[in-house]
């Protein structure tokens, strides 16, 4: 069976608070692993 591969960028997100900026740059560094993330948070906050 073929593993399939796809290529994600955050180019198009929009954001300048330093709380988002951290939170992207730690969401970059998790995409490198090939293990499942749990992510968590309030209801309704776009996880």
Request: charge should be negative.
């Amino acid at each position: 069976m073929a593993k399939m591969t796809m290529q994600l960028s955050t180019d198009n997100i929009l954001g300048t608070e330093d709380n988002f900026l951290e939170i992207l740059e730690q969401t970059s560094a998790l995409a490198k692993l090939s293990k499942p993330v749990l992510v968590t948070g309030e209801r309704g906050t776009g996880k």
